[in-house]
């Protein structure tokens, strides 16, 4: 599912601009890759960072950001979280690759690409993701948490980024 796969179309240079503007507004980190595709970077709370590539395609704009790999574990509650989160979200909804990784993907028609929109769709990535992100980690991944606390509490290690996760020690 990641990066660019289109091929840029008559007209895509019209909303790539549009795109870029919107970006350069919102004064957050982004690379442009072939001229239609955009590598933003937001800054998250429980997610160090959310990468989120914005392609323009021929009829629309896909969003897309990798969540979290494949669950270790616990998949069908993993899965059964993602569906029931879908029913409440607007403009993205969570989607597996074909190895089985979390993604949020979204798509705007042509028409409906402003810088407003842009925004929206970027905040709901971003809320999404941040906010999902030690629930998806508490249910697919338990017994890694335990195994990597133990580890480092055995070494005298730091456990300040597992804190969240104490519940489950």
Not at 139 to 149: L, Q, V
Request: net charge negative; proline share 4%.
């Amino acid at each position: 599912m990641t990066g660019p796969t289109s091929e840029p179309e008559p007209g895509g240079d019209r909303i790539a601009e549009v795109v870029a503007a919107a970006l350069a507004e919102l004064g957050v980190p982004v690379s442009r890759h072939d001229g239609d595709a955009f590598l933003v970077t937001l800054p998250g709370e429980r997610r160090h960072k959310t990468l989120v590539w914005i392609i323009v395609g021929p009829h629309d704009l896909l969003i897309e950001s990798f969540v979290c790999r494949q669950p270790d574990d616990n998949h069908q509650e993993v899965y059964r979280f993602l569906l029931q989160r879908n029913a409440r979200l607007r403009a993205v909804a969570y989607a597996l690759d074909q190895v089985g990784d979390i993604h949020l993907v979204g798509r705007i028609g042509r028409d409906a690409v402003t810088a407003a929109e842009i925004d929206r769709v970027l905040g709901t990535v971003l809320d999404t993701a941040d906010s999902d992100f030690n629930a998806i980690l508490e249910r697919g991944f338990a017994d890694a948490i335990r195994r990597e606390w133990a580890w480092r509490t055995s070494r005298g290690e730091s456990v300040r980024n597992l804190e969240a996760f104490r519940h489950l020690i």
